[in-house]
């Protein structure tokens, strides 16, 4: 059975960090391209950053230079280092394991909330 555990949301200022881990499991890991999307009221579901198997990088304009995605094999798990937080970065943040030939895998999801 595959799970994706999403942990490290909260609360925080304006200019703070956050960062955010994603446990997976029942999934050969270091396969699989992982990314983090965000989802806030109202809006839809977008990419905020990936990550390849092979480590290639990816994000989203609106948080380059803020954002840096990581992933550590042998832990299988993937990071979001979250700096410089900004009122718009609130949202509900998912994990998501790429799952070739088949629907993707989803964790639970993470409350991130920034505000003064």
């Known amino acids: 059975q595959v799970q994706l555990v999403e942990s490290g949301g909260g609360l925080v200022r304006p200019g703070g960090s956050l960062r955010l881990s994603c446990a997976a499991s029942?999934?050969?890991?270091?396969?699989?391209?992982m990314g983090w999307y965000r989802q806030a009221p109202g809006k839809q579901r977008e990419l905020v950053a990936s990550?390849?198997?092979?480590?290639?990088?990816n994000y989203t304009d609106s948080v380059k230079g803020r954002f840096t995605i990581s992933r550590d094999n042998a832990k299988s798990t993937v990071y979001l280092q979250m700096n410089s937080l900004k009122a718009e970065d609130t949202a509900v943040y998912y994990c998501?394991?790429?799952?070739?030939?088949?629907?993707?895998?989803w964790g639970q999801g993470t409350q991130v909330t920034v505000s003064p």
């Open positions: 029942g999934i050969i890991f270091s396969w699989k391209a």
């Open positions: 990550i390849s198997s092979n480590g290639r990088t």
């Open positions: 998501k394991s790429a799952n070739p030939g088949g629907s993707p895998y």
